[in-house]
């Protein structure tokens, strides 16, 4: 187990295997990812990078542990019994997860501590109650006379791939339901971030997961492609771009294999008449900038009346001016690091792009933000006078970068926010929650918000459109990893 650990202190985080069969197997090769800390530019970690090879072995124990082992066959309340011992190991380490994916990533350890660790812990509870629950098994009139059993069987070797930017939060949404419903596992964490990963393995082992049920190996996307395409693998559960997700879609459709996927957004927060706009800045800085501003539910494109935009936009200025921005270790940043380089190049391309356009930016811009010379980072920046044609409220920017649009009446609000191939997330700021809840019904978008936002993991999670296929979180979301069949009975004599 790793130990609690200065929030500076990388020493000891080196990892030499891959977690395979339920235990540490070494690599097929010597190539290795190096873990780069987004703030110190520095080296802090070294696994092994997993190629087809390893991937072949891993499959091949998830699907013995399925096809040959007890998992499947337990009966749910077995399962259920190793998940929540899982559940009680977990949440003594979410201190330690959430260091380390600060380490990794340089999310901020408020947030880190807010949901990179604890959200997932809240998924492992709520998915236990809802298998607690679930219709497992059920016998039904049928049509013809005679009854119908209806069973909920496991869907087979699940292929689990999460990003880096929530790495645990995104891996537990497909893990712990996919192991409820009976299925193993092949987890591909992100380059990016391996070391959480590692941790979840060793609580795994200590929690009695069988041998072969949970299988790790980090990679890039030459192994992502190879497991997806796997003729071992039964599903696909993905989070990530919607570039990606196509492709993914591609392969699995040639191969009829189940798929999930939870891809891209470009969310919209409506603000009506009547908003009370300190409130909803508050809760602006969060949707929109949460993770610093790398999250797929991202409320990126404030939608402003056009009799209150200037006072939007200042207060929109003044509060994003004013966070802090730095060592994603100390607990007053709010604003942290890009993930990597490339995703610092990324952000900064689309503001200079944003000021080609026409937008004028209000606070941040090029540049690196004030008292830091290095690190991955950008100045939070917010852009007014954006018109919704602009590639800057279009396109997924990943980054804290907020584009302010004027609307017209709520006809145009409503219009302008399902302008947009996505259809993710979203909220709306009002006085009135019946005017609130009736925006909510007209935006196309999986989730939604009224003078907040939130995921509650008793409901269903997922988007609308180019957002993604299937739904995670809730019934539904553990339904996904299940397959119905339909058990016919005997008519009854006479």
Request: hydrophobic share 45%.
């Amino acid at each position: 187990m790793t130990q609690l650990r200065d929030p500076h202190d990388t020493t000891g985080l080196d990892r030499d295997a891959f977690f395979i069969g339920g235990g540490w197997t070494a690599p097929a090769t010597d190539q290795v990812i190096e873990v780069v800390s987004p703030h110190t530019e520095q080296v802090i970690a070294r696994v092994p990078e997993g190629t087809p090879a390893d991937i072949d072995a891993a499959v091949a124990a998830a699907r013995r542990a399925f096809d040959e082992g007890p998992w499947p066959r337990m009966t749910p309340a077995e399962r259920i019994a190793v998940i929540e011992a899982f559940s009680g190991l977990y949440a003594g380490a979410m201190v330690e997860m959430a260091g380390l994916i600060t380490l990794e990533m340089g999310s901020p350890t408020s947030f880190a501590n807010l949901a990179q660790s604890p959200a997932p812990w809240m998924q492992i509870e709520a998915f236990l109650a809802i298998a607690r629950e679930f219709g497992w098994e059920e016998t039904r009139p049928g049509a013809l006379g005679a009854p119908v059993v209806v069973r909920r069987e496991p869907v087979g070797v699940v292929a689990a791939i999460p990003p880096w930017n929530v790495p645990q939060f995104t891996i537990m949404s497909k893990v712990v339901p996919a192991l409820l419903a009976g299925c193993t596992v092949v987890v591909k964490p992100a380059p990016e971030t391996p070391l959480d990963a590692y941790l979840m393995a060793e609580l795994l082992q200590q929690a009695g997961v069988p041998e072969g049920v949970v299988n790790i190996v980090p990679g890039g996307r030459e192994t992502g492609a190879h497991l997806v395409a796997h003729p071992g693998i039964d599903k696909v559960a993905f989070t990530g771009s919607t570039a990606a997700g196509r492709a993914i879609a591609s392969v699995c459709g040639q191969q009829l294999k189940r798929v999930s996927l939870e891809l891209g957004g470009k969310s919209a927060a409506i603000l009506l008449d009547d908003v009370d706009l300190a409130h909803a800045v508050e809760g602006i800085k969060f949707t929109g900038l949460m993770n610093s501003g790398q999250a797929c539910v991202a409320q990126t494109r404030i939608l402003a009346p056009r009799s209150r935009y200037a006072e939007v936009v200042d207060a929109l200025a003044t509060a994003v001016s004013g966070m802090a921005v730095g060592d994603p270790t100390d607990p007053a940043t709010e604003i942290g690091p890009m993930v990597a380089q490339r995703q610092q190049e990324r952000v900064s391309s689309y503001i200079a792009l944003g000021e080609s356009e026409g937008a004028r930016i209000v606070t941040g811009g090029l540049g690196m933000p004030s008292g830091l010379d290095h690190g991955w980072y950008v100045r939070p920046t917010v852009f007014a006078d954006v018109d919704t044609r602009m590639r800057i409220a279009q396109e997924e920017i990943f980054g804290p970068v907020l584009s302010v649009i004027a609307y017209d009446g709520v006809e145009e609000a409503v219009r302008i926010a399902n302008d947009s191939e996505y259809g993710l997330a979203g909220t709306v700021w009002t006085a009135d929650q019946a005017a609130g809840l009736d925006v909510a019904r007209r935006v196309r978008a999986g989730t939604y918000g009224v003078n907040t936002y939130t995921m509650d993991f008793a409901a269903p999670f997922g988007g609308f459109k180019a957002s993604g296929l299937g739904r995670e979180f809730g019934p539904e979301g553990l339904g996904q990893y299940t397959e119905l069949k339909s058990v016919y009975l005997e008519t009854p004599a006479g």
